[in-house]
Structure formats: C-alpha cells, structure tokens
C-alpha cells in the first residue's frame, strides 16, 4: 500500500470518491446533480449501491441492464483495486470494497487529519452525561494506545499527553499491517467487521460537512458518535490485544490498534469539531 499517496487523495470520504467516479463514468453525457448511491445493510462487508441506470434509462433511451453494464465496465478500471464492481438484477450497480480497499481507508483514517469545514454547523448543545460515554471511548481508546506504546507494540511519535498532537502519528508500524501474506485483511472477527462498518458509515454520514453543495439535510453529530462509541465498546470487550494475542500475532495486535487510532481520530474530530466538546486524553 502507497501510504505516500493517502494523504494526497482529493476525495474525503469512501462515498465522495465513488460520487467522482460515476461523474467520471457519465462524462460524456453530462453530468448529473444527484447520483443515487447508497451502503447496503451487510455489516461483514462494504458494499455500495447504485439505481443510476434506471435513473437514466428514460434520458439514455436505453434498458437499465444495458446501460449499468457499460457503467461497470467504465467504473472498474477507475476504481480497481480499491472495489470490485460487478451488475446485479434490475441493472442495479454493486461496489465492493475489497481488502486492499478497505486497508487503503482504514490507513487514511487512522494517519491523515481531516478538514474542517469553515461553514460547518455546530450540533445543539448536548448534556454532559450524555456526552460523557463518547467521551470514555475516546479517552479508553488513547489510554489503549499509549499502553501499546510503552509495550512497544507500537510506536507513536509524540506519546505525552501534554503534548499530543490532535491525531497521533505512528513512528511505527507504518503502514499498519492491515493485510495478511495472503493478500487479506486480518481483521475477520465479528466485532471488528462491525467497527469497521461503523467507521465508515459515520464517515459517509460526514459527507454533506465536506461537501456544502450536497448538504440538504442537518447531520446528527451525537447520533454518530455515539454509534461509534459503542462500536467500539464492543470491540473493546471481544477482541483482545495483549496476552496471546501480543506474542504469538503481533500485526494481528497492531491491526487491532490502528482500528482504535481510527477511532479515536473521528470521536476527536467529531467531539471537538461539532459537539463542542472537549476528547479527553485520559479520565
């Protein structure tokens, strides 16, 4: 995995990059103001959906079969190897991330900051002890981390709490080993395929704070964070990382850890950046 390009990737989030890409595919007919694109409800996989062919089928004067085939084959080499595309029944488009995909957006999650939006909208103030839950997460999840750090499982470049930079940088492993010598993803526990998935899903749901021109509707920044937290409560509770687990599968260790860094990248970013809330470091 080119980790020297993460950063470099204009797209922000995994829907915005396919949003660019269906633009791509239909260039030549003009381009459309909304494309149809959607996650399906299967937490063990990342799959999006897209009904565009039938949305154009009146315009292309075309069967939908006909034109989300020659979609498919103008999206696959524009996202290769991040998804796998192929046509389902109704000429309905599926994207797949696969494995390298998914360690592609996991890196970027964990390693890159995200931007801040100047016209972003704060959420309405929430309670405290409503609040306090997202905010242990994060403070468990930088706790985990720093504990990783002086285990030297991992190594983070500037550990003091007093000094943390907003998104804590790997001096090492880096890349996170993400994927096996088989070319998979280590990560295949239950509980870490539904981290995974919420992770993404509450980055998709930031889309529209990317993206003013798509905002239509407010976003439920609690709502998001607290999904995440429990998320990763679960995780917490059944995926271990110290014991055997540290001796005898290391990368399996440190994946496990760059799903916390991750975590705790977007519980910061959405605590701090839209809840007006303090993360803390430690409780």
Request: hydrophobic share 45%; no cysteine.
């Given at each position: 995995?080119?980790?020297a390009n993460i950063s470099q990737c204009p797209e922000v989030t995994v829907k915005c990059f396919l949003l660019?890409?269906?633009q791509s595919a239909i260039a030549q007919q003009g381009k459309?103001?909304?494309?149809?694109?959607n996650r399906s409800k299967d937490s063990a996989r990342v799959v999006y959906v897209s009904a565009i062919a039938l949305k154009l089928a009146k315009t292309w004067q075309q069967t939908p079969q006909?034109?989300?085939a020659k979609l498919a084959e103008t999206l696959e080499p524009l996202c290769c190897p991040d998804f796998a595309v192929k046509v389902a029944g109704a000429g309905i488009i599926e994207l797949e991330l696969t494995d390298a995909g998914l360690a592609f957006w996991l890196q970027r999650l964990a390693q890159t900051n995200l931007p801040v939006s100047e016209s972003r909208i704060l959420s309405p103030v929430v309670s405290a002890d409503r609040l306090f839950?997202?905010?242990y997460s994060h403070a468990r999840c930088c706790s985990l981390l720093r504990m990783a750090h002086r285990d030297r499982i991992i190594a983070i470049a500037q550990p003091d709490v007093a000094t943390a930079p907003q998104i804590w940088s790997l001096a090492s492993p880096n890349p996170i080993p993400w994927i096996d010598e088989g070319d998979r993803?280590?990560?295949v526990h239950p509980a870490e395929r539904r981290l995974i998935s919420q992770l993404l899903t509450v980055l998709d749901n930031l889309y529209p704070t990317f993206d003013v021109k798509n905002r239509e509707q407010p976003v439920n920044y609690f709502k998001l964070a607290n999904s995440l937290s429990e998320a990763f409560q679960i995780f917490y509770s059944q995926c271990r990382i110290w014991g055997e687990v540290k001796i005898d599968h290391?990368?399996?260790a440190q994946a496990r850890l760059g799903l916390i860094l991750a975590t705790q990248s977007l519980l910061r970013f959405i605590l701090e950046e839209f809840l007006n809330a303090i993360a803390p470091l430690e409780l």
């Open positions: 995995m080119d980790t660019s890409k269906f459309l103001k909304e494309i149809p694109l006909t034109i989300a839950p997202i905010q993803l280590r990560l290391p990368k399996l």
